[in-house]
């Protein structure tokens, strides 16, 4: 059975920094894409950063020059470091991974608190 498994959330000060982690095991030949996606408290699930199996990035505006994704194929591994943290940061982040046969999989979340 294919798994995702997330750690590295919790609370932070405006300003501070986390890493968050995601591995990937199971049955895994392929992995196409790797990312994080974000939920905040009454707002619908955004893609905060994806790291494509062609090596490219994505990254939204809103997180563009603060946060920092990282995969390692060979461990099926994809890390997010998260840096000049924000109180609007805040939110329930999941770990997703696309495979060559465009299906899906979801960790179940880590929650990032920044907060003073």
């Known amino acids: 059975q294919v798994q995702l498994e997330e750690s590295g959330g919790g609370l932070v000060q405006p300003g501070g920094s986390l890493r968050l982690s995601c591995a990937a095991s199971?049955?895994?030949?392929?992995?196409?894409?790797m990312g994080w996606y974000r939920q905040a408290p009454g707002k619908e699930r955004e893609l905060v950063a994806r790291?494509?199996?062609?090596?490219?990035?994505y990254y939204a505006d809103s997180v563009k020059g603060r946060f920092t994704i990282s995969r390692d194929k060979a461990k099926n591994t994809v890390s997010l470091q998260m840096r000049s943290l924000k109180p609007e940061d805040t939110a329930v982040y999941y770990c997703?991974?696309?495979?060559?046969?465009?299906?899906?999989?979801w960790g179940k979340g880590t929650l990032v608190t920044v907060s003073s």
């Open positions: 790291f494509a199996f062609t090596g490219s990035t």
């Open positions: 997703n991974m696309l495979l060559p046969s465009r299906t899906e999989y």
């Open positions: 199971g049955r895994i030949f392929s992995i196409n894409d």
